[in-house]
């Protein structure tokens, strides 16, 4: 089992930055894909970033240019820094990560949802 605890959510202004974290612990660990995903009410979650083991990252275009992702891989942990926030940015976050346990005696992948947390974006 995987716990995920988010953090960095809150209420910025137009143009404001905020920084979301997400840390991820388990029994001997092993992470692969670290993804950010974003739901507003009555729409589906969406995509926002992710980020392989190796660092490789994509991005929402609408947030091309403005959030980067970044992971720590000893501490198991994936950033989100978002700048030049706009009130459609406004959502609930949700850290998604693709980890095995007990790695690695297992070698089987689940796939592993935080909590959410909001962000809201408003003068």
């Known amino acids: 089992q995987v716990t995920l605890v988010e953090s960095g959510g809150g209420l910025v202004q137009p143009g404001g930055s905020l920084r979301l974290s997400c840390a991820a612990s388990?029994?001997?660990?092993?992470?692969?894909?670290m993804t950010w995903y974003r739901q507003v009410p009555g729409k589906e979650r969406a995509l926002v970033a992710y980020?392989?083991?190796?660092?490789?990252?994509n991005y929402a275009d609408s947030v091309k240019g403005r959030f980067t992702i970044s992971r720590d891989n000893a501490k198991n942990t994936v950033d989100l820094q978002m700048n030049s926030l706009q009130p459609e940015d406004t959502a609930v976050y949700f850290c998604?990560?693709?980890?095995?346990?007990?790695?690695?005696?297992?070698?089987?992948?689940?796939?592993?949802w935080g909590q959410g947390t909001q962000v809201t974006v408003s003068s």
């Open positions: 998604n990560v693709d980890a095995i346990t007990n790695w690695p005696w297992n070698t089987r992948a689940v796939v592993y």
């Open positions: 980020i392989t083991r190796s660092s490789i990252t």
């Open positions: 388990g029994s001997n660990l092993r992470i692969n894909d």
